[in-house]
């Protein structure tokens, strides 16, 4: 396998000069360029320049407006709407944070539902900004039909990710960042290009038989939720707070609604923000939440959620991000 070393500034740049030479003016490709460069510095391949072909083509159909102007409303003391006028949204994201936060701070808790966005993204650059800046948040995302709900033989829910930030002072907030599916879509799609098997309970094919075989899950087949019914409940609870609430698709809708250009459909976004100082333990939640999560870090074996993201973040600054040739060439043809 050939690699280029690239910065993140160079993926950013390039993402960038990708975007507007297919119609996007500077300030939404800059805007995802962020987010790509930051995946790819995490080390999440599949949420990186991977998708570049899906944005591309989403600009070249006419579905996404590539030069949207988010716009931002407090519709209630703790509730932030943002319209993503049809735009990618990385943009819209960062234009609501910061009223997102201040509702929070002032109330405890405050909403945001994004409406009108094609999201393309990991949910963990959206979540680590708001838990940095001392608050908790959550994040939640649907997308087109891609899981069968338990005991189900056709897919209704999307992969309908979620993610949970937790601040820890000093120190870099603790991130995870899943899919309601047993395996995210994009990692089902980078096994299938590097000829990888997958895992049983992965997904099904066109008749619904499970199989390890990721090309027969993306073409007619589905994937699985994680942990049966349970995971299967999970993501009918995203639809509801992503899409009921909002008054945006729900997975089924997207689908029946999006020109299937292989780009992300237009539909909504719902995080929380919450206030640790607003609930009563201003004083002590810090070290309390600490002595937990110290605890938990040192049990032998036990996964903390984002070390790896972290040291990933570290390799590349010192070593620089490994990108493949055959990724970087298929990036530079929408030049």
Same mark, same amino acid.
């Given at each position: 396998m050939s690699v280029t070393t690239m910065t993140e500034l160079e993926v950013r740049q390039l993402v960038e000069n990708c975007l507007m030479a297919n119609g996007a003016n500077r300030e939404n490709a800059a805007a995802v360029g962020r987010t790509i460069a930051a995946a790819e510095r995490d080390g999440c391949a599949s949420h990186g320049l991977f998708r570049m072909p899906g944005y591309i083509a989403s600009l070249r159909s006419g579905k996404v407006n590539g030069n949207a102007q988010p716009s931002v409303s407090r519709i209630s003391p703790a509730v932030v709407r943002v319209d993503g006028d049809h735009g990618y949204a990385p943009l819209a994201l960062e234009a609501g944070r910061e009223a997102l936060i201040e509702a929070a701070r002032e109330n405890g808790i405050a909403a945001m539902a994004l409406v009108n966005v094609h999201h393309f993204a990991a949910l963990w650059v959206e979540v680590e900004p708001i838990a940095e800046a001392g608050c908790a948040a959550m994040a939640f995302t649907t997308y087109k039909p891609a899981v069968v709900p338990a005991g189900a033989k056709q897919p209704l829910f999307g992969t309908n990710p979620m993610c949970f930030g937790w601040p820890r002072g000093d120190r870099p907030p603790m991130v995870f960042d899943q899919a309601s599916a047993s395996m995210a879509r994009g990692e089902v799609m980078i096994a299938a290009r590097d000829g990888h098997a997958v895992p049983l309970g992965t997904g099904v094919d066109a008749d619904g038989n499970p199989t390890t075989e990721p090309q027969k899950i993306i073409e007619g087949g589905a994937l699985l939720p994680f942990g049966g019914h349970k995971g299967s409940t999970i993501a009918m609870m995203i639809e509801l707070l992503v899409a009921g609430l909002t008054g945006m698709d729900f997975s089924y809708e997207a689908q029946k609604n999006d020109n299937n250009d292989g780009g992300p459909p237009n539909g909504g976004e719902f995080m929380l923000a919450i206030d640790p100082n607003r609930f009563g333990d201003a004083d002590n939640w810090l070290q309390h939440?600490? *002595?937990?999560? %110290?605890?938990?870090? @040192?049990?032998? @074996? *036990?996964?903390?959620?984002?070390?790896?993201?972290?040291?990933?973040?570290?390799? %590349?600054? *010192?070593?620089?991000?490994?990108?493949?040739?055959?990724?970087?060439?298929?990036?530079?043809?929408?030049?």
């Open positions: 939440s600490e *002595a937990f999560l %110290t605890r938990l870090a @040192g049990m032998e @074996g *036990a996964h903390m959620p984002g070390n790896r993201r972290y040291a990933n973040r570290a390799k %590349t600054a *010192a070593e620089g991000i490994q990108v493949k040739d055959s990724v970087l060439a298929s990036c530079r043809e929408f030049l």
